[in-house]
């Protein structure tokens, strides 16, 4: 029971992982981006290839997971910068679907529909599975305590307060002086990243890779999860990951008399429909509000300076 536990707990860490990602470009930046997937499959395909076919260590497979992550990001940015919402969505799910029918197809590459087994793991063979569990788990841990670092010194500067901006009206933004353009595909690009990099630990947890692991429903999981905690939260997205998790993995023990397997399936995923909606009309900020951090109070000096001027009105 303990095992399942912990398997349950990383398998919630990675998806907060995704959802911390998806809320820089969505919460932060308002770029919807339902092709979240793609990515997670463009990080987990490039360190399976560098450690399985090329040899690479772990760490070097990680790291490059993010750094084409966030490359193909700015290109996808690039490329759909200027749309604008329910287009932006479309896009963006094409374009997963299209890496994963890529992934299918390129047999010298990513090995098609067999995928790629065998990915290396931080002692796997040396340790027990329960004790490999647990260093991933922690592991997985102290990625997300990294990334949520950093999201929220983001968050908490005048960076965080542009993407913002943007986000609330990238027209205004422009009209004072912000070149929204660049802003939207850093943000992009730092949100590939991390899902790159989720892609990788998810690879190496498993030890295998395959293109039927990347289906659309991951991608809206990971929306439920985001939305559930809380557009633009950190804290909130993380939240929203683990409750989305337990759910469907309690849900698993429920028995409905006169249904299938397959059908209380659908009944779970219906229940976590209902239960969005639900959220969405009695808390539409989700579970964790995003609170914007306040600008410091101006000095008393500064504030009377400020009113003097104004007092003494225009042309003087």
Do not use: C
Request: hydrophobic share 55%; net charge positive; charged share 10%.
């Amino acid at each position: 029971m303990l095992d399942y536990a912990v398997t349950v707990l990383t398998f919630a860490g990675l998806y907060g992982l995704m959802a911390l990602g998806l809320n820089i470009a969505w919460g932060m930046a308002g770029m919807v981006n339902l092709g979240l997937v793609g990515f997670f499959a463009v990080g987990a395909y490039t360190s399976a290839i560098l450690t399985v076919k090329v040899g690479a260590p772990l760490i070097a497979g990680a790291l490059a997971a993010l750094a084409v992550g966030a490359a193909s990001g700015v290109v996808v940015a690039l490329i759909t910068g200027r749309l604008r919402d329910d287009y932006l969505a479309i896009v963006t799910l094409g374009l997963a679907e299209v890496i994963r029918i890529a992934a299918s197809n390129e047999i010298w590459l990513t090995n098609g529909t067999d995928g790629i087994s065998g990915l290396p793991g931080p002692w796997r063979g040396q340790v027990s599975p329960q004790t490999f569990n647990l260093i991933y788990l922690a592991l997985t841990l102290a990625v997300i305590a990294v990334v949520l670092s950093l999201l929220q010194n983001v968050s908490r500067s005048p960076y965080g307060r542009v993407l913002r901006a943007i986000r609330d009206d990238p027209q205004v933004a422009a009209v004072a002086g912000k070149r929204v353009m660049r802003f939207k595909v850093e943000a992009f690009a730092v949100s590939a990243g991390i899902l790159g990099l989720a892609g990788a630990l998810y690879g190496h947890y498993t030890s295998y890779v395959a293109p039927d692991v990347f289906v659309p429903l991951l991608t809206l999981n990971v929306v439920l999860a985001l939305v559930l905690g809380g557009l633009g939260s950190n804290y909130g997205a993380l939240l929203g990951a683990l409750v989305i998790v337990a759910f469907q993995e309690s849900a698993r023990f429920i028995g409905i008399a006169g249904l299938s397997a397959v059908q209380v399936a659908a009944v779970r995923e219906f229940a976590i429909a209902v239960g969005l909606i639900a959220v969405l009309r009695y808390r539409p900020q989700g579970l964790v509000p995003e609170r914007p951090p306040r600008l410091a109070a101006a000095p008393a000096a500064g504030r009377e300076t400020r009113l003097d001027v104004a007092a003494s009105g225009p042309g003087r």
